[in-house]
């Protein structure tokens, strides 16, 4: 279970602040080597780099106003998040559909394939009032496997969702939440004209969360593992929906 000690989430952390610093970095054939302020652009550097410039670093996007209180994105770190995930993913509502219950090693290799990828995905805690109390993946979803089972367009930015404490879940936080980070998206990604998703058909209460949060149901798609509703909010109906 979670520890009761209360970590520190800071509004910027060092890994969003690597990835600001690197954005300024044109990549080409020459810059392998090349010097930016206080290290060396080299190999380890590129996945923070990438992340810059494919998702625009969601440690910047600031906050969002919800009914529930103020919510922003912290990315994951490891040493600091592991625990916390791990009890998360054991919760039997949530292991039902991300399928990563057991031992620590099991959720952080999960999470350190995409800390260690190529900056298509970023894990994600929801601080809610401050407190961290969701996971979230936002993801390039034109540049993922997703992109081979609906029209992708470029840009598309897709996210997976769960809701840790299961006294927030079935009162409309997912609605709200939903609807706070699909802004946050829009708002911080201005390439970016649809935000995706693909909860489980059979995880009615996900799938609700998202149609009552302006998503629509484009389609239901086979997915490895899962039957999934393709769920799409376009920035052309955000102020209508």
Not at 17 to 44: E, F, H, K, N, Y
Not at 74 to 97: C, F, I, K, Q, S
Not at 185 to 213: G, H, K, M, Q, W
Request: charged content about 20%.
């Amino acid at each position: 279970m979670p520890s009761t000690d209360t970590p520190t989430y800071a509004a910027t952390s060092a890994y969003a602040s690597t990835a600001t610093a690197t954005a300024t970095v044109a990549i080409d054939s020459a810059t392998t080597g090349a010097r930016i302020p206080g290290r060396r652009l080299t190999a380890r550097l590129l996945p923070l780099l990438a992340e810059a410039e494919l998702l625009d670093s969601p440690a910047g996007w600031g906050t969002a106003a919800t009914p529930a209180g103020p919510f922003r994105l912290e990315p994951v770190r490891l040493g600091r998040d592991l625990e916390l995930l791990t009890g998360w993913m054991n919760d039997p509502e949530v292991a039902a559909y991300w399928e990563l219950a057991g031992p620590a090693a099991v959720t952080a290799a999960h999470v350190r394939a995409q800390l260690d990828g190529n900056g298509h995905s970023i894990p994600c805690l929801g601080l809610l009032d401050g407190t961290p109390m969701s996971y979230w993946e936002i993801y390039r979803a034109d540049l993922d496997p997703l992109s081979h089972h609906y029209p992708a367009r470029p840009h598309d930015t897709g996210i997976h969702l769960l809701i840790g404490d299961g006294t927030n879940r079935g009162r409309g936080l997912g609605t709200a939440l939903l609807r706070a980070v699909a802004d946050l998206v829009l708002d911080n990604r201005p390439r970016c004209a649809r935000v995706i998703a693909e909860p489980d058909i059979r995880n009615t209460p996900s799938v609700s969360a998202f149609l009552n949060s302006g998503f629509r149901c484009s389609a239901e798609i086979d997915l490895p593992g899962k039957r999934a509703a393709l769920m799409i909010r376009e920035r052309a109906l955000r102020n209508l929906i």
